[in-house]
Structure formats: structure tokens, C-alpha cells
């Protein structure tokens, strides 16, 4: 119903930079809540950031604020996560994921139905 294709993961250095993509389609993108996880080995998956259906409320976890920057573009039904300021706590598998049930709050992995296949971040130092 929903199908979200990620990209833009891969290695960075410390201080670096990277962009992380997420394509919605099957929905009318406009619909859905769009969050960001990510989950490091042995670790459980943690929520990073989420941006609602109006573009305009965004939530970001303690850990990523100040350097991470969540976006839409509703003409490309793709969400953004721009990650400055990289750090190697930040390596992990970063999945994107929807909400189309409109299910309260924002930060837990149960309140969204569909999710991308993950993509890898390492950040060494």
C-alpha cells in the first residue's frame, strides 16, 4: 500500500556530512507522517526524527538536535534527513518509515505501519 525506498547511507568521517532520501509511493504523500529510526548493532531501534503530514511539525531526538535536519518535498513525495556534524555514535542502520493511521505521538516504532528497507550509516573517526 505503501512502499518507501531509502538512499543516500554509505561512510563519512567524523564532522561529515551526509544526506539520507526516503520515496513514498502507493499513498498520496501528503497524508503520511514521516519519521526517521535508526538501530546500531545489539542495539534497539531508536527514534531520530519525525516530520507530520503538514510539513510545518517536526520532533527530533535529544541525541541528533542541532545536527540532524528533517525535510519534505511533497512534489517528489521524498523525505530528507540531513545529517551534519557527524559523530561515530551515530553509525547505524537508519530505516524511514510512514504513519497513514494518524496514531497518537511520534517517538515509538509501533505508531507507524510501513517502513523502508534501511540504510546503512558509518561514521568513523
Known amino acids: 500500500q505503501v512502499q518507501l525506498v531509502e538512499s543516500g547511507g554509505g561512510l563519512a568521517q567524523a564532522g561529515g556530512s551526509l544526506r539520507l532520501s526516503c520515496a513514498a509511493s502507493?499513498?498520496?504523500?501528503?497524508?503520511?507522517?514521516m519519521g526517521w529510526f535508526r538501530q546500531a548493532p545489539g542495539k534497539e531501534r531508536e527514534f531520530v526524527s519525525v516530520?507530520?503530514?503538514?510539513?510545518?511539525?517536526?520532533y527530533y531526538a535529544e541525541a541528533v538536535k542541532g545536527r540532524f535536519t528533517i525535510s519534505r518535498d511533497t512534489a517528489k513525495n521524498t523525505v530528507y534527513l540531513q545529517m551534519n556534524g557527524l559523530e561515530p555514535e551515530d553509525t547505524a542502520v537508519y530505516y524511514c518509515?510512514?504513519?497513514?493511521?494518524?496514531?497518537?505521538?511520534?517517538?515509538?516504532?509501533?505508531?507507524?505501519?510501513?517502513w523502508g528497507q534501511g540504510t546503512q550509516v558509518t561514521v568513523s573517526s
Open positions: 518509515a510512514a504513519d497513514s493511521r494518524r496514531i497518537p505521538g511520534f517517538s515509538s516504532a509501533t505508531g507507524y505501519d510501513y
Open positions: 502507493g499513498r498520496t504523500f501528503s497524508t503520511l507522517d
Open positions: 516530520i507530520k503530514r503538514s510539513g510545518t511539525t517536526t
